[in-house]
């Protein structure tokens, strides 16, 4: 059986638990809807333009971003590779 120190416990965990969901879930509701609420009022404020960068300047900085990884990790991936990690 288990003592009473140990159920008082365990009741007090589960009740903080179920509090604590409740708190969340409500916190959580009220957000959603705040959001929900003012989503009609911003989509008519703001029209969703074209990115700032065409399609070939996105994959040429692409292309820059993937040689500077390369050559700035290049050496430490090549010593790891030849100690066999």
Avoid: C
């Avoid at 009740?15 to 989503?39: A, C, H, M, N, P």
């Avoid at 911003?42 to 969703?48: E, G, I, K, R, T």
């Amino acid at each position: 059986m288990i003592s009473v120190l140990a159920q008082e416990r365990l009741l007090g965990a589960t009740l903080g638990s179920i509090l604590t969901g409740i708190v969340v879930f409500e916190q959580r509701r009220k957000i959603y809807r705040s959001i929900s609420d003012t989503q009609p009022q911003l989509s008519s404020q703001f029209q969703v333009g074209e990115p700032i960068f065409g399609k070939e300047t996105r994959s040429e900085l692409a292309r820059m971003w993937n040689k500077g990884v390369d050559q700035a990790f290049g050496p430490a991936i090549h010593h790891l590779s030849s100690r066999g990690w």
